[in-house]
């Protein structure tokens, strides 16, 4: 079965950073790109992070651009979200998605259950 | 890069048709055959309806189709039915740095 769990969520302060982590399994990891789609409560959705296969093209939403770090180990079949100065507003469901293809234009096709990231004091 | 622009609701009977809209960009959806179509119930992940325009992945129903034109795609459920009640977001592929963009949802209501 193909699967995508994602983990590593939880409350934390302004300022601070958190690791999440999404494990994949049921398919051929590094074979696709895979992405963070987040959701604040009661919001639409927004997409966050993207890497391509070979970790060759990564992309950032320009509201996490030099805060967020994307990254995967195939070995691990696991991708990563590195999140630093973490703000109020980041405060949302986090989702891990595959992508249809290796590089990152192809739609997701495939979506965790989310983890989620409270920021508050 | 700002969001795609979606009804916030649109609604229809059973065995009715509808259609929402998702207006972009020259830099996205004008851009690119790269638009897909979320379907997401309440408390549940979303799931692909429609990729690359109008494709769609296995076992969707062929009652879920899409459609551009220029700036702006479409996606048409015909047929309505009860459990097509959700919130629909579309999505485009939006460049080499900012890959996507989502729209801003709508939410489908089976009167």
């Known amino acids: 079965e193909v699967q995508l769990v994602e983990s590593g969520g939880g409350l934390v302060q302004p300022g601070r950073s958190l690791r999440l982590s999404c494990a994949a399994s049921?398919?051929?990891?590094?074979?696709?790109?895979m992405h963070w789609v987040r959701q604040a409560p009661g919001k639409g959705l927004e997409w966050v992070s993207g890497?391509?296969?070979?970790?060759?093209?990564?992309g950032y939403a320009d509201s996490v651009k030099g805060r967020f770090t994307i990254s995967r180990d195939n070995a691990k079949n696991s991708l990563y979200l590195q999140m630093n100065s973490l703000r109020a507003e980041d405060t949302a469901l986090y989702y891990c998605?595959?992508?249809?293809?290796?590089?990152?234009?192809?739609?997701?096709?495939?979506w965790g259950q989310g983890t989620m990231v409270t920021v508050s004091s | 890069q700002s969001a795609l622009t979606q009804p916030a609701s649109v609604s229809g009977s059973p065995g009715q048709s509808i259609t929402i809209s998702c207006t972009g960009t020259?830099?996205?959806?004008?851009?690119?055959?790269?638009v897909s179509w979320y379907q997401q119930h309440p408390g549940k992940a979303p799931k692909l309806m429609i990729y690359?325009?109008?494709k769609r992945p296995s076992g969707v129903s062929n009652r879920f189709s899409g459609s551009k034109s220029g700036n702006t795609a479409s996606l048409t459920i015909s047929g309505l039915q009860a459990e097509d009640e959700a919130d629909y977001y579309c999505?485009?592929?939006?460049?080499?740095?900012?890959?996507?963009?989502f729209g801003g949802g709508t939410k489908l209501t089976v009167l």
């Open positions: 998605a595959k992508g249809k293809g290796g590089g990152t234009t192809y739609a997701f096709d495939i």
């Open positions: 049921g398919f051929t990891f590094d074979d696709y790109a």
């Open positions: 890497i391509s296969w070979n970790s060759g093209s990564i």
């Open positions: 020259s830099s996205d959806v004008g851009s690119y055959n790269l």
């Open positions: 690359e325009v109008s």
């Open positions: 999505c485009s592929y939006a460049g080499s740095s900012t890959f996507k963009v």
